[in-house]
């Protein structure tokens, strides 16, 4: 997400005939969906005072789970989110930045190397369900993610987004048509 608002930005400062003019520094015409894969369920299942006890064994395996590779999986979906989250909201665009993450899996539907039929039946009601879900994102306060507070569901807000990129294609393809020109005249 962060390299690609870094691209989109270096195409207009190099003038990019497919970003027609607009101003560097416009971000307000920015739109970004992150749909996310899913992540398991929160369950905290070590803390700070543990892990401090803990030599290099005790993070590559703790009671099952493997706390070095928890840790580097998730921090870095939530520090992306969260910087993508701060940088729309600084520019008060908050509502061009939708983030859709099932963060509730748990067993084999929080796997991604399991492509059993019953799974993917699962894995199609949680997106199903998902979609009836409030739109939400990142509190800046708390790094919690909670509802918009706008009633939208993650449905109605990726609707939303297809039309706003909709009306945005047929204004780029109206800048592209030239003219007709009769007689002379345009």
Request: glycine letters at 8%; zero cysteines; hydrophobic letters at 35%.
């Amino acid at each position: 997400m962060l390299v690609a608002i870094s691209e989109v930005t270096k195409q207009v400062f190099r003038e990019d005939p497919e970003f027609f003019p607009v101003n560097p520094v416009d971000y307000g015409r920015f739109l970004m969906i992150s749909i996310g894969t899913g992540a398991p369920k929160e369950s905290k299942p070590y803390n700070a005072k543990m892990a401090s006890k803990w030599g290099l064994l005790g993070w590559l395996l703790h009671d099952g789970s493997h706390p070095i590779i928890d840790v580097f999986t998730q921090a870095s979906g939530d520090m992306v989110d969260g910087h993508v989250s701060v940088f729309f909201q600084a520019v008060h665009s908050q509502q061009n930045y939708l983030r859709i993450q099932e963060d509730t899996l748990s067993g084999d539907e929080a796997l991604v190397d399991v492509a059993t039929k019953e799974n993917m039946l699962k894995l199609e009601e949680i997106g199903q369900n998902l979609l009836a879900k409030p739109a939400s994102r990142v509190n800046l306060k708390t790094g919690l993610s909670e509802p918009m507070g706008n009633g939208q569901t993650n449905a109605q807000a990726l609707k939303r987004f297809a039309k706003l990129l909709s009306e945005e294609k047929k204004q780029r393809e109206s800048l592209k048509t030239p003219s007709k020109s009769y007689n002379g005249f345009t």
